[in-house]
Nanobody, 126 residues
Framework: QVELVESGGGLVQAGGSLRLSCAAS????????MGWFRQAPGKEREFVAA????????NYGDSVTGRFTISRDNAKNTVSLQMNSLKPEDTAVYYC???????????????????WGQGTQVTVSS
């Protein structure tokens, strides 16, 4: 069992930055690939970024490539999402997720993720 708790959301102006964090707890949580997804009102949950358990593999959604950076610290069991050049369309609830990947991967598919956090709201004003 893995428990995930997100933090760092808030209100920011367009062009600004935020850093989201996800604290993971549970046995062997460092062996999970981790991902960030987001969901805006009335829309489906969207892939944002993912990182393999060792940190050597990363994957980004098309709309955030070049602006967002995912990283992890396995010693602290944390995953972070640095978000720069934020746009109003980035407004959503952001979820951290854990994938008990059977091989090294950073999946874009939300159905590969077994555990989810409660989410943190990010609002970008224009």
């Amino acid at each position: 069992q893995v428990e995930l708790v997100e933090s760092g959301g808030g209100l920011v102006q367009a062009g600004g930055s935020l850093r989201l964090s996800c604290a993971a707890s549970g046995r062997t949580s460092s062996m999970y690939a981790m991902g960030w997804f987001r969901q805006a009102p009335g829309k489906e949950r969207e892939f944002v970024a993912a990182i393999g358990w060792s940190g050597s593999i990363t994957n980004y959604g098309d709309s955030v490539t070049g602006r967002f950076t995912i990283s992890r610290d396995n010693a602290k069991n944390t995953v972070s999402l640095q978000m720069n050049s934020l746009k109003p369309e980035d407004t959503a609830v952001y979820y951290c997720a854990a994938d008990r990947a059977p091989f090294p991967r950073a999946s874009r598919n939300r159905y590969d993720y077994e555990y989810w956090g409660q989410g943190t709201q990010v609002t970008v004003s224009s």
